[in-house]
């Protein structure tokens, strides 16, 4: 099992990561790497190693995480490719950038792998697509799904572009999701209900409605089903939503996501 873990960038996807290893019952040696020297606050609490600098001490980690912004990338590569040996596993969490752009900034490198997870890790239920090249060692491979199946499912990738597509699905998910509840509580308030009240209640109907689908052996279409009445009220709001298109808006939006996460790695 792993249990020296370098990150570099502490932000919201990193402290989802780091809420659940500090939860698990695993033992872990954590360096934490970031500029911003407030977010030491993350690694102080739970005696971890805060850097601001990649140093020496980044060479014996089992592997490091690189979970900064994609145009970083170049910069990053810089500070750790004179530390790292040829052991090392590179993660990357990085949109759009692809495992053979991070080869070419790290020559000695070549194990290094790709990773879409998202915030909902924190609670162990993401779901983390992984993709391993070709040259990736696959005696490796056990204790990386291992590592990442602690914060939920796993999905192991069979063409690296299908990376991109697990960001503007998987990785942004969660920011459709809480949109659309957004809007749900505003409706809420709209109709009389307080703020807390609103919020509170539209928790509970999706996650409730979230459990019956997945504990449900039924389809959606079917569960939609046992909810919509021939000329009833439920009827009444899903035709006005296909009036309006909402799938085919949703659709188009996701798109421009994926178009995007291709985009990252290119600094576009």
Do not use: H
Not at 55 to 67: C, F, N, R
Not at 74 to 80: A, F, L, M, R, T
Not at 157 to 165: N, V
Not at 197 to 207: H, W
């Amino acid at each position: 099992m792993l249990k020296k873990i370098s990150i570099i960038g502490a932000g919201n996807l990193t402290q989802a990561l780091l809420y659940s290893i500090d939860n698990s019952l695993l033992k872990m040696d954590i360096n934490l790497y970031d500029k911003d020297k407030k977010k030491k606050v993350f690694a102080s609490q739970k005696k971890w190693k805060f850097f601001t600098k990649v140093g020496k001490e980044i060479a014996s980690s089992d592997i490091i995480i690189l979970a900064v912004k994609p145009n970083q990338y170049k910069n990053i590569c810089s500070d750790i490719r004179q530390e790292v040996i040829k052991e090392t596993v590179i993660v990357s969490l990085m949109a759009g950038v692809k495992i053979s752009d991070l080869k070419a900034q790290l020559p000695s490198q070549s194990n290094v792998l790709r990773v879409m997870t998202n915030i909902n890790a924190k609670y162990n239920n993401a779901i983390s697509s992984i993709y391993f090249d070709k040259s990736f060692k696959k005696t490796r491979i056990p204790s990386l799904i291992k590592f990442f199946s602690m914060f939920g499912d796993i999905r192991v990738l069979k063409k690296e572009s299908d990376i991109d597509k697990a960001t503007a699905l998987i990785g942004s998910g969660p920011a459709y999701f809480i949109y659309f509840s957004e809007s749900m509580i505003e409706i809420f308030q709209s109709f009389g209900f307080t703020k807390n009240e609103s919020a509170e209640l539209v928790s509970q109907l999706f996650y409730g409605t979230a459990l019956l689908c997945k504990q449900d052996n039924r389809s959606f279409e079917k569960i939609k089903k046992s909810v919509v009445s021939k000329g009833g009220t439920t009827e009444a709001a899903l035709q006005k939503l296909d009036r309006l298109k909402t799938k085919k808006i949703l659709k188009e939006s996701i798109k421009d996501a994926y178009v995007k996460a291709k985009s990252l790695g290119r600094g576009k």
